[in-house]
């Protein structure tokens, strides 16, 4: 029940967005908050819309796969300190595990990948599984 008389002189509107009803201040407000709370949301979208786009964990570097119980390649030279993944297809587990023990990936589950890191020195490095140990294949870092 209103009693109280619509606005005496109805003036216009001194904000932007003109309501074109008659309505009274409460609901002008919550179009005011309304708007605010888009242009809110207008700020937010923009300011998080940059995002760097790095590459996620798995590298391009050099990579040796196990399967049926071999090492392919049988030979992989790399630079010092590379990082080398070794993937296992295989349905068992295996290792890839330099004979010097400079380098050992340990367990690798069926499905699994391990990285290791290739000596610094030179050299040729002889590994096998530890599991099946006529598995061999060699890794040779050459600067
Ligand atoms: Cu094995």
């Known amino acids: 029940m209103e009693t109280a008389a619509p606005t005496p002189a109805r003036t216009a509107p001194t904000d932007h967005h003109a309501p074109r009803s008659r309505r009274r201040r409460a609901g002008r ?12 949301v207008l700020v937010a979208a ?5 995002s760097a786009g790095h590459a996620a ?8 796969t196990i399967s049926n119980f071999a090492y392919h390649p049988a030979t992989l030279t790399v630079h010092p300190g590379a990082h080398v993944t ?3 297809t295989d349905k068992v587990a295996h290792t890839l595990t330099a004979r010097s023990g400079m380098f050992d ?3 690798i589950q069926p499905g699994q990948s391990v990285t290791i ?9 002889p590994y096998f599984c530890s ?3 006529y598995m061999s294949g060699t890794l040779v870092v050459a600067g």
């Open 46 to 50: 923009c300011s998080s819309s940059a």
């Open 117 to 125: 890191i290739a000596p610094s020195a030179d050299g040729t490095y």
């Open 131 to 133: 599991v099946h140990q």
């Open 105 to 107: 990936t340990g367990l």
């Open 86 to 88: 070794v993937t296992n």
């Open 29 to 40: 407000r919550a179009v005011a908050a309304v708007a605010l709370a888009a242009a809110g």
């Open 57 to 64: 964990g798995t590298s391009a570097g050099p990579t040796i």
